[in-house]
């Protein structure tokens, strides 16, 4: 499986999950990033933008033809797109394949794409996994994946609504004084990137999924957290749904306080899955934690998937994106 826990999370997420299993040219990157002014906190050539659906997208173009609106996707180990676009550009059928998700499998067709950049960032020659369209009939273009950022630094300004493709050599002008280090553990057969977490002082792993809209937490978390999903401060929330549409019953409430990579969240509210691609991942026992955007608000993110690290520092434009200070805070202030 390549990224099983990719697409988790919103009621009608549907993202790539997994690579789909067919026989694949290498993918070709090439790289032509117009000089930044870099600062310590980086700002992005292309915005970065929380679209209607919850989801926050880049613009990007596909055959020459954009920009469109694709899901910036952490969680993602490959590029897709909608079936509404494949047809709109009549984008040429390379046969089946299967999407493994957060929720199951289903079979799905390919669409080779000639190139698609985002911030001038091209991979070309590919074939993309096509996505059915989403039930809201949200125009979304697609997904970016991990093979788009791979080889680049990608920095993910969340407060100030912003991305950068960046040369990796960068990272040192780029992440910023307050920056927390993360050497990133992975997901067996998957590009996706994990970090440890706490809830409560429990510790778990964390996977780190910006195309997710909410986090998840499985029962072994909550429970190892003290906490009670099937108590009064729970309520029936919304299903996990990933690309193949299937439906994972959850309970949502409060969690309390969470730390990841120097960051405290307070007050935490979460929705409790037990999501069907922990047991091809070796989770099943595990608790574990699907990091999404509302925990990501307000921070400003740099990956670099070549050497499995990250950086998370809380963003320089944070309370102007609505965030409550009080809530977002490195842990440094805090001892």
Known sequence: ????????????????????????????????????????????????????????????????????????????????????LAKRLNLPSAGNGEISGATGSAATTLSHISELSVDSHKIRDFLAVTLPDRPDNARLGGVVGVDLMSGRLAVMEFGCGTVAL?????????????????????????????LPVEINGSSGVAMLDSGARTTIINWNFALAAHLDPQSAAFRDGDPARGATRKAVKSRVGPIGTVKFAGIIRERTTARVADLPFLEDAGLTNAAVMVLGLDLLRGTRLSVDYAARRLWIAPSTCGQQSGVDAALLHPVSLLQ
């Open 1 to 84: 499986m390549s990224s099983v826990q990719n697409e988790l999370l919103a009621s009608s997420d549907p993202r790539p999950a997994a690579r789909a299993q067919t026989l694949m040219r290498p993918f070709r990157l090439l790289a032509t990033i117009c000089a930044l002014t870099l600062t310590t906190a980086a700002r992005g050539e292309v915005p970065l933008q929380w679209d209607s659906t919850g989801h926050v997208v880049v613009p990007a173009m596909v055959n020459g033809t954009g920009p469109l609106d694709f899901i910036f996707d952490t969680g993602a180990d490959e590029t897709a797109v909608f079936s509404w």
């Open 166 to 194: 960046l040369p990796l050599s960068s990272w040192k002008q780029v992440v910023g004084r307050q920056a927390h280090l993360v050497n990133a553990g992975s997901i067996p057969g998957g590009k996706q990137l994990t």
